[in-house]
């Protein structure tokens, strides 16, 4: 049964009601201000959407249209941005640079199609939009002037599980479904998707299919891409499914087409994805260490042995201390592992024995636990919060709404993460941590840091997810982001890594896209875009270039 109805923000992440309280704003401004000498904290209160000055919406619905339209300020305001430190400050402001000039919510698939079919034939953009849980820019509805209008499409209507097969343990899912629906649906059957972002509560089965994202678990299938079994998407130009498969050799996979396509190909409506029995057994525990490298070294061993552990986290000392995960005296590497057939606790023997190896001591709790999931995300039901995998979890799953109370204080508070290959991981972390520090001496951030830690690993190698955190200059936050992040990202690709392992390209990342990707894979995919969307509508300035001007029919860049 599903709880109360919730709010959800429409400046941040997550719900009014789960943000954080005024009692623990101040006291995390009170922690901030003893953290950061010489500067104070100041609380920034987000405007009420009806207190903004927004442009006035310059389109007009077809009247068939209309009934699922809406202009008001909140729906424009709320679908102007996702959720990245640059859309929380700019939120914060009021400064709301892009508004959509409507909001499309279809209820149908036939809903979709007359959508496209309006904005292509009238030059009008279109932004999907599941969620709204980007971080890259990717549903921000900046798409230059050579359209007229923007529609933001939003699939919180198409949220349902349409039906599974439990014999062939797959389920038809609509694009809009958020994640706790997805599990609900599923649980009184005793199966899980099991893909669980850190966005999960407000993210929807279409966005993780559409920006290729990586679940919680940190080994085996846990990226999208792996649970996809068929795709039924709508593009300007028609419908497309895929057929229904465990897997084909028949050429160039049509799924792989749209997995990771961000929405500039068409609307993700439907999709077969592969669900599994709910854990039975569960068994793990945190391990730590006097240095980070040697959390580096045991973790490499763990990706390497065959063991595909659930989890395996690796947190450096500065981030399990600002995290509360520890004191900052210690690495601490988070390791679990599940199964719905089998014990697993011989498994996790073999992990410990790993990590003793390397220098790891068993912290806390160690063993077997709970399978229970509530909330169907993952965790289980231990409540010792002297355990640094309970204080661990509890952090991770906060962490967004932390955010965005640290950026309401006045700090820069921001991640960014990449994947790189073990041989290189040595020189990745020393470039970035270098440039990210330089980058903060630049941007006269005083006493900013930056953190690190592992989110997946690979046996090839890790996902390294950075953290930097620091007093922001009032008026000049942007700025000092842009200057952090740029250096951070060139630092990434001149040392290897991709610019992006789950957070997806959007528009922020677009010019290291650019250098990261060969240049004849560029042009296929603009031949690709030419075919399903010639008039250049779906999403545009994600993945490529904002075209600059209509040329008849199209658009050119």
Known sequence: MSGPKRTRSWWGWGYDEDSLSKREIDSLARMLAGSFQGWSPRRIDPPAPADLSLPSSRLHAPSSLETIVSSSPRDRASHAYGCSYRDVVRALRGQIDHPPDLVARPTSERDVEAILDWCATDGIAVVPYGGGTSVVGGVEPDVGDAYRGT?????????????VDELSRAARIQGGALGPSIEEALRPIGMTLRHFPQSFECSTLGGWIATRAAGHFATGPTHIDDLVESLRVVTPVGVLE???????????????LFIGSEGILGVIT????????RPTWRSGGAVKF???????????????????????????PVEAMVSGTGDGSAAILVVGFESADHPVEPLTDRALEIVQDHGGLPSGSWGSRSAQAPGGDGSNTASDERDEVQRWKKSFLRAPYLRDAMVRLGTITETFETAVTWERFDELYDAVVSAVTNGLDEAQVVAGFVTCRFTHVYPDGPAVYFTVIGPATRGAELEQWDLIKAAAADAVLASGGTITHHHSVGRDHLPWYDQQRPELFASSLRAVKDVLDPTGVCNPGVLLPTPTRAIGSGLQV
Do not use: H, K, M, Y
């Open 151 to 163: 529609v933001t499409l939003d699939l919180e209507r198409l949220g349902r599980v349409v039906e």
């Open 242 to 256: 895929t057929r229904r498969l465990p897997a084909s050799g028949a050429g160039p996979s049509p799924d792989g």
């Open 270 to 277: 439907e999709a077969w994805v592969r669900v599994r029995e």
């Open 290 to 316: 006097a240095s980070f490298d040697s959390g580096v070294a045991a973790v490499r061993a763990l990706s390497q042995s065959g063991l595909e552990p659930s989890n395996c986290r690796l947190i450096d």
